[in-house]
């Protein structure tokens, strides 16, 4: 199983940035995928999620309204769109499969998003 993700980078308060997640070795169409971000010093956390067919999504409430899941079952690609970046999105994020609980063990080494002036 392998996740990569990336698309990070140095962005402005306010600004947007779109991340891929590009997802192999297992059925990635049949199971539901979330982003995690994790900030220095601080736990990781859910950040949101979708079920596997695209029909639902859930948020964050710190990010409820400025990012957006998606996902491409034919290219095994999980998306966030974050809008209206703030400097607290500061983390670097992670996707996997599952929801509250991540389902594999093994992560991808993430993608560091800096929203600074």
């Known amino acids: 199983v392998t996740f990569v993700e990336p698309g990070g980078g140095l962005v402005q308060p306010g600004g947007p940035l779109r991340l891929p997640c590009a997802a192999s070795g297992f059925t990635f169409s049949n199971l539901d995928m979330s982003w995690y971000r994790q900030a220095p010093g601080k736990e990781r956390k859910l950040v949101a999620h979708?079920?596997?067919?695209?029909?639902?999504?859930n948020y964050d409430d710190s990010v409820k309204g400025r990012f957006t899941i998606s996902r491409d079952n034919a290219k095994n690609t999980v998306y966030l769109q974050m809008n209206s970046l703030k400097p607290e999105d500061t983390a670097a994020y992670y996707c996997?499969?599952?929801?509250?609980?991540?389902?594999?063990?093994?992560w991808g080494q993430g993608t560091q998003v800096t929203v600074s002036s």
């Open positions: 979708i079920n596997s067919n695209g029909g639902s999504t």
């Open positions: 996997n499969a599952g929801y509250w609980i991540p389902i594999m063990p093994s």
